[in-house]
């Protein structure tokens, strides 16, 4: 149902675009989390199909942009300005429906994960 790409060994500073893609059925809104080793999987962003709105934890406000290609049924995390501290596997979620955007239970379909790495 989500297939997430885009993953890579970057330095710090440097860009990064996630992909997911979407098949199977329509979504209420797609979004990403992330998961650093010994830590809980954290909310990334999100994004709704209709109108666009869009949520972003605040550790990542002003350096990732979430978007959406609604003819491609694909998400993008546009990532920028990259940190260490960003270094985690990346999943993509989507939620048939509304409730608390950053609560992983609302999720009801995830992708595989995508390692994201920044040195440095």
């Known amino acids: 149902q989500l297939q997430a790409s885009g993953g890579g060994l970057v330095q710090a500073g440097d860009s990064l675009r996630l992909s997911c893609a979407a098949s199977?059925?329509?979504?209420?809104?797609t979004g990403w989390f992330r998961q650093a080793p010994g830590k809980d999987r954290e909310f990334v962003a999100v994004i709704t199909w209709d109108a666009g709105t869009t949520v972003y934890a605040e550790s990542v406000k002003g350096r990732f942009t979430i978007s959406k290609d609604n003819a491609r049924n694909t998400v993008y995390l546009q990532m920028n300005s990259l940190k260490p501290e960003d270094t985690a596997v990346y999943y993509c979620?989507?939620?048939?429906?509304?409730?608390?955007?950053?609560?992983?239970?609302?999720?009801?379909?995830w992708g595989q994960g995508t390692q994201v790495t920044v040195s440095s």
């Open positions: 199977g059925r329509t979504f209420l809104a």
């Open positions: 979620a989507a939620r048939l429906g509304s409730g608390k955007v950053n609560r992983i239970s609302e999720y009801n379909y």
